[in-house]
């Protein structure tokens, strides 16, 4: 299961990852946290092929894309996105 943290909770399923988060209230119906981490972390980061199958049916991938765009996590799939992906993606304010 994913698991989104707060800053004063430490991660357990992205140790490692220093992948510390604000928690907003679209995370409560975030798909990913009803699967295997690992989908979201894969060894090879650009293989992100299963988590946007799991993102591709998630009812928050608006949220969680501008989620992503705006706070640039540096680790893992998020909106089906890899960083490589997120990192071409330059937003305008
Ligand atoms: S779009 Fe994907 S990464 Fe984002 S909350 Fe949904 S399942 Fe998780």
């Known amino acids: ?7 004063t909770e430490p991660s357990t399923a ?6 510390v988060i604000e928690p907003e ?6 798909l990913c946290t009803q699967v295997d981490p690992e989908v979201f972390f894969p060894e090879k980061p650009d293989t992100p092929e299963l ?3 799991v993102c591709g049916s998630c009812d928050v991938i608006e949220q969680c894309r501008e989620y ?3 706070t640039r ?3 893992g799939i998020w909106a089906g996105m ?6 071409k993606i330059k937003v305008t304010l």
């Open 73 to 75: 996590p540096r680790h």
């Open 25 to 30: 209230p679209w995370m409560a119906n975030a």
């Open 51 to 53: 988590a946007r199958k």
């Open 82 to 87: 890899t960083l490589r992906q997120r990192n």
């Open 14 to 19: 992205w140790s490692g990852t220093a992948a």
């Open 1 to 7: 299961m994913r698991t989104f943290h707060t800053a």
């Open 68 to 70: 992503a765009l705006r």
